[in-house]
């Protein structure tokens, strides 16, 4: 057991590590990187749930009592206060994203545990593509890799970024890692890794017809290393 704990720090230092590295754009101002849709998503995530609780509070007061909120929508009933206050919403642009953006708003509404978690579903397919692909890259390539990823690609400014953009790459990477490094991967690694990538898909609609071509690409290029005499270096 002693063993067992004393190994935990050193497991999970390099997901830690290249999480707190792909977050240096922080540094530059200190709080996430925000455009004009990141104010939708988390006004759009209120909404949501705002109207969530209420159909659960019309579905609960309709089992044991009258409406919550019929008296005050013209025509009363449950479908009459839920369609109010989604008409009165205006619409959003992901719900998804949206709700996520909601809930990891803290502190306060600056979204930074929204970029941390970013950069921490980055950090976790990076890892794990890493780990499939270049399997003995240690030491000091290990971290001029982790430090190439940080500073000389988009990934950091997209997880320091309130925007679902960075589900697009991660989406892309996690198709490639399901289909072509399935057997490789373990029990755990498969649910997180299928749960990662429904969620990257689900926060853009732009990422299901771009998760479905590059699965169909794996497909294809898994049958073709299949072939006699092809793929012994996967």
């Given amino acids: 057991k002693d063993k067992l704990l004393r190994n935990v720090p050193a497991r999970y230092a390099p997901f830690l590590l290249l999480t707190v590295a792909l977050l240096w754009p922080l540094t530059l101002n200190w709080h996430p990187f925000y455009v004009a849709d990141s104010a939708s998503y988390l006004r759009g995530g209120e909404t949501g749930f705002g109207t969530g609780l209420l159909m659960l509070g019309e579905w609960w007061h309709g089992l044991f009592g009258s409406p919550a909120g019929s008296d005050a929508v013209p025509g009363g009933g449950p479908e009459a206060a839920v369609d109010a206050a989604i008409s009165q919403a205006g619409g959003t642009r992901s719900l998804v994203y949206s709700l996520i953006t909601y809930v990891l708003r803290l502190p306060g ?78 029990r755990l690694e498969r649910i997180a890794l299928i749960l990662l990538l429904a969620l990257s898909i689900s926060t853009h609609g732009s990422h299901l017809p771009l998760a479905l071509a590059t699965l169909a690409t794996g497909v294809v290029v898994r049958l073709f290393l299949r072939r006699p005499g092809r793929g012994e270096g996967m």
Avoid: N
């Fill in 109 to 186: 509404h600056s979204l930074l545990a929204l970029v941390v978690f970013q950069a921490g579903v980055v950090a976790f397919l990076a890892l794990l593509a890493q780990r499939m692909m270049a399997s003995r890259v240690r030491g000091r390539d290990w971290l001029a890799l982790i430090l190439c990823l940080a500073l000389l690609t988009p990934a950091s400014w997209g997880a320091a970024t309130a925007m679902p953009d960075i589900f697009a790459g991660a989406t892309l990477l996690g198709s490639i890692l399901l289909t072509l490094y399935l057997e490789r991967l373990g």
